[in-house]
């Protein structure tokens, strides 16, 4: 069955006598919590000098007339000067958004969408917690899980992944081995300064490497463009 076919069964459900209780489901309450997420590591550094000591998640909670029917959304920017999107501004945006979406059906996902575009333009981080938490509410309805409704799970397992906050090339490479031994085995090491301290840097990870080459993935990340001649000898 296709996501089509999935989601129209989903919105079927609550018109038919399998789940009476849903038809005309309502919001009547949005909340956001702020969570402070430190950092295992102590902090999280990468180019130009940047660093965070705990991620500011936001966490949406919506209400509905069913008291056994909500859902939960979050979203969590890596700090202001990592992406195009602001804690803050998360809240300040779910402020603006939340009273027109009160008395609005949750699975209408469409119509959800169409309410938050025409109250804020753009900001689209500031709208996920409150699609995924409208998600999360049809899926409970649907008595389906959410990766059903978006067309299926496509495997069971997954590598776990791990960004290395850049350091000395020591540090990096330590950091590596121990996590390939928690069982991660997909890296994003985080360069972007000096192009020879950054080679050190892949040099000295690469090291370690040489027993799981098979099994561990590894990329780099830069958000600091290098000149030319510099790219090439990275």
């Avoid at 309450?29 to 000591?53: D, F, M, N, R």
């Avoid at 972007?192 to 990340?221: F, N, P």
Wanted: one cysteine or more; a positive charge; hydrophobic letters at 40%.
């Amino acid at each position: 069955m296709n996501r089509v076919a999935i989601f129209n069964q989903a919105r079927r459900c609550l018109s038919t006598q399998l789940f009476p209780s849903y038809k005309g489901l309502k919001i009547t309450q949005i909340t956001a919590y702020k969570a402070s997420l430190p950092l295992h590591e102590g902090s999280y550094k990468w180019s130009g000098g940047k660093k965070v000591k705990a991620f500011d998640a936001t966490i949406v909670r919506i209400k509905t007339n069913d008291p056994n029917i909500e859902g939960f959304g979050e979203n969590t920017p890596l700090g202001p000067a990592y992406l195009a999107a602001y804690a803050e501004g998360t809240r300040t945006g779910i402020r603006t958004l939340a009273h027109g979406l009160l008395g609005a059906d949750p699975t209408r996902l469409t119509h959800i969408n169409m309410l938050m575009d025409s109250a804020l333009k753009g900001h689209p981080y500031v709208k996920s917690a409150i699609d995924m938490a409208c998600w999360d509410i049809l899926g409970k309805v649907a008595n389906l899980p959410v990766c059903e409704l978006m067309g299926g799970r496509t495997q069971s397992e997954f590598k776990l992944y791990r960004a290395i906050s850049q350091d000395t090339p020591d540090n990096m490479a330590r950091n590596v081995e121990k996590y390939i031994k928690e069982g991660y085995r997909i890296f994003q090491l985080k360069v972007g300064g000096k192009a020879h301290v950054d080679i050190d840097r892949i040099h000295a990870v690469r090291q370690i490497l040489d027993e799981y080459v098979s099994s561990v993935y590894v990329y780099v990340h830069r958000e600091l463009a290098y000149a030319f001649m510099c790219m090439c000898n990275v």
